[in-house]
């Protein structure tokens, strides 16, 4: 009996996240036949786990650092991310030029994806830079585009 409740108590001990887990291990050991050094000693790391608690929940809540082109929106105090168009497929969609979207999908055929995977870039392409899409990109020509592209 005290090796299992030992191999319990220390299995809760590893994982200190789950403070109700630990809290009922150690009641538990304190009714069992463990010595009362070990239960102190459990105890005591319980205490521990509760003030990291503690001080991680008052510690400030910082934003992670995020890559990428961002800007910064005073009136809703969020950060909005500018997607830039990366393939050749998202560039034809910007573009609305057919003969680019056509040579975008000669290229992706050339790389073996299949039909319905292409249908999926397209419609995520015209979702993320269609017409309906508010992008900062409509007002660029498909010369300016393909520069961009190019320099990517």
Known sequence: ARSEMRKELAVALRNTEDLQ???HVIFAAKR??????????????LEEAERARQQKAQMP??????????IFDQSKATL???KEPRSAMEFAVVAKDKDLMKSAIAELKASGMSTREIS???ARAMLDFGSRAGNSFRSRDASELVLLRENL
């Open 21 to 23: 887990h630990l809290r």
């Open 32 to 45: 069992s036949c463990l010595p009362q050094a070990e239960v102190a000693q459990a105890e005591r790391a």
């Open 61 to 70: 809540q910082t934003a992670p650092v995020s890559s990428g082109c961002e």
């Open 80 to 82: 909005i991310e500018v």
């Open 120 to 122: 999926q870039l397209h």
